[in-house]
Every structure is written in C-alpha cells, then in structure tokens.
Nanobody, 130 residues
Framework: QVQVVESGGGLVQAGGSLRLSCSAS????????MGWFRQAPGKEREFVAA???????????DYADSVKGRFTISRDNAKNTVSLQMNSLKPEDTAIYYC????????????????????WGQGTQVTVSS
C-alpha cells in the first residue's frame, strides 16, 4: 500500500507564489518518477511537471509549456518527497493539484500521461484570484 499526501495549496492573488509538497510512503516503495498533475472544473486532468530518476544521482525534469519558467519541481529521493514551487501564478492555474509517484521508469511520453501512474494523492486546491 502506497500513501500519497499533498499539502500547500491555498488562495493567492495573481502574480503571487505557492509551494506544494508531496510525500509518498510505503513499506518497500521507491519512486523513480514523481509527477504533478492538475484538474480544473470541467476539464481533464493535465500534466504539470515531473522529475524522473535516470541513473546514480542524475534526474531529468519535464514541464508543461504553460508552466515552464514559472514552476520548479524539486525532490528528495531519499525521503520520497517532491515539491512544486509555483511563481507568477495566473488565474488559469486555478485547479486541484495532484501528486503522482511511480516506481516505473516511464518514457518521456508516459511522464505526461495520467494513465501511466498507479498512485495518486487526494489533491490540494490552488485558487488564483485576478
């Protein structure tokens, strides 16, 4: 059983910042990929960012074009935790944000695909007012 817990959501004005955090725990669980997705009302869940372990201490990161340059993903692999620093927030960033860890070595395409992930947190609401 893997438990995924997000925190850090809230209400912020446009141009402001928020930092989301996520921890994944399980008796033998080790996350190769830690991803962030979001879902706005009436819309499908969409990819935001992901951090993928490649080898030794090498990781790569991927971002949706809509957040590139504004959001930064960081992780502590030893603790199975990941953070998402969100700066210059816009009203269109309003959504429920979900953390999704995966033990699998996902391809670049799979990183961006919700169905490739097996574990999800309960989500944390981010609301950006104009």
């Amino acid at each position: 059983q893997v438990q995924v817990v997000e925190s850090g959501g809230g209400l912020v004005q446009a141009g402001g910042s928020l930092r989301l955090s996520c921890s994944a725990s399980g008796r033998t669980f080790s996350a190769t990929v830690m991803g962030w997705f979001r879902q706005a009302p009436g819309k499908e869940r969409e990819f935001v960012a992901a951090s993928r372990w490649r080898r030794f201490s090498v990781y790569d990161e991927d971002y949706a074009d809509s957040v590139k340059g504004r959001f930064t993903i960081s992780r502590d692999n030893a603790k199975n935790t990941v953070s998402l620093q969100m700066n210059s927030l816009k009203p269109e960033d309003t959504a429920i944000y979900y953390c999704a860890p995966s033990p699998k070595q996902l391809t670049t395409q799979e990183l961006r695909t919700p169905n490739a992930y097996d574990y999800w947190g309960q989500g944390t609401q981010v609301t950006v007012s104009s």
